[in-house]
């Protein structure tokens, strides 16, 4: 059974920095594509950026030149370090996964809040 659990969210003024984590379990992990996503109060869930197995990452355009997606295989973990963090960064902030051949949606964490202040 896939797992997925977040942490490191927080509050932090714009211009901050924080660092989310997401440890997976129940599945090979190294074998799967993982993801982030976030959701703002009354949006859609919108895409943030992708890890493939091969290591291989793609990013948003909002997000792209201050954040980095990375995976430890040997921890079973995913990182998105999030540098010059600005208020419309604010959103619940998910963690997803998927084999290659499948579409995002089936297997998702339970997210952790990230909120910035101007």
């Known amino acids: 059974q896939v797992q997925l659990v977040e942490s490191g969210g927080g509050s932090v003024q714009a211009g901050g920095s924080l660092r989310l984590s997401c440890a997976a379990s129940?599945?090979?992990?190294?074998?799967?594509?993982m993801g982030w996503f976030r959701q703002a109060p009354g949006k859609e869930r919108e895409w943030v950026a992708t890890?493939?197995?091969?290591?291989?990452?793609t990013y948003a355009g909002s997000v792209k030149g201050r954040f980095t997606i990375s995976r430890d295989n040997a921890k079973n973990t995913l990182y998105l370090q999030m540098n010059s963090l600005k208020p419309e960064d604010t959103a619940m902030y998910y963690c997803?996964?998927?084999?290659?051949?499948?579409?995002?949606?089936?297997?998702w964490g339970q997210g952790t809040q990230v909120t910035v202040s101007s």
């Open positions: 890890i493939a197995s091969d290591g291989k990452t």
């Open positions: 997803a996964a998927r084999r290659p051949t499948m579409a995002w949606g089936k297997y």
């Open positions: 129940g599945y090979t992990y190294s074998s799967y594509y």
